[in-house]
Structure formats: structure tokens, C-alpha cells
């Protein structure tokens, strides 16, 4: 059983930046792909980055592009996104997610196998 545990969110003013992180117990994330989703109130969740942990194949949303980046750290076992200049769009509840969804197929949240609880990110104006 594999178990994922966010860490990271909080409050910030726009302009800011958060770091999250994604840490997996049970296993490490070898031949896995490991995705931030997220989720505002009244909206459905989106995907906001993936990374494929072998081989290093990342993507990241249009919305966050430029600003947001993934990132995996081997030696801790965890996948971080790093959120600079925040909107408060960009307020949410983040998830983190694993999965060995096909490319072509990383926005379907079916694919992913384990998630995290979630962490909140909240963007001040």
C-alpha cells in the first residue's frame, strides 16, 4: 500500500510562492508518473503538472505555465511543485497523485492509482 502525504500549502499575498511537496511511503516512485492536481470551490479538479519519475517527461498546465515548475527529488523520494507568482486563482486544495497513466492520458484522474489528503493553498489579493 502505497500512501502520499502533501506538505507545503498555506497562505501567501499574490505575487508570492509556496513550494509543495509530495512524499510516498510504502515504495518509492520508480516507474510511476506522480501529478499535482487541484481543486477550487465550486470547480472540478484540474491537473496542474505531471512528471514521470523515470525518465523525467514533465508537464504543466497552460494556466501555471512560467510560473509553476515540478520537479522530483531522488534522494528524498518526493515529487515538489514550485509555485512562484501566485494568483489567487490559484487558490485551492492541491492534490498529489500516482499513476501509470499513458502520456496522452494524464488529465484522466482515473489513471492514478494513490493520492495524497490534500494540502490548501490560499492566495491573498
Known amino acids: 500500500q502505497v500512501q502520499l502525504v502533501e506538505s507545503g500549502g498555506g497562505l501567501v499575498q499574490t505575487g508570492g510562492s509556496l513550494r509543495l511537496s509530495c512524499a510516498a511511503s510504502g515504495r518509492t516512485f520508480g516507474g510511476y508518473s506522480v501529478a499535482w492536481f487541484r481543486q477550487a470551490p465550486d470547480n472540478e479538479r484540474e491537473l496542474v503538472a505531471v512528471l514521470r519519475w523515470s525518465g523525467g517527461n514533465t508537464y504543466v498546465a497552460d494556466s501555471v505555465k512560467g510560473r509553476f515548475t515540478i520537479a522530483k527529488d531522488t534522494a528524498k523520494n518526493t515529487v515538489n511543485l514550485e509555485m512562484n507568482k501566485l494568483k489567487p486563482e490559484d487558490t485551492a486544495v492541491y492534490y498529489c497523485?500516482?499513476?501509470?497513466?499513458?502520456?496522452?492520458?494524464?488529465?484522466?484522474?482515473?489513471?492514478?492509482?494513490?493520492w495524497g489528503q490534500g494540502t490548501q493553498v490560499t492566495v491573498s489579493s
Open positions: 497523485a500516482a499513476g501509470r497513466p499513458i502520456w496522452s492520458s494524464i488529465a484522466q484522474q482515473f489513471q492514478y492509482y494513490y
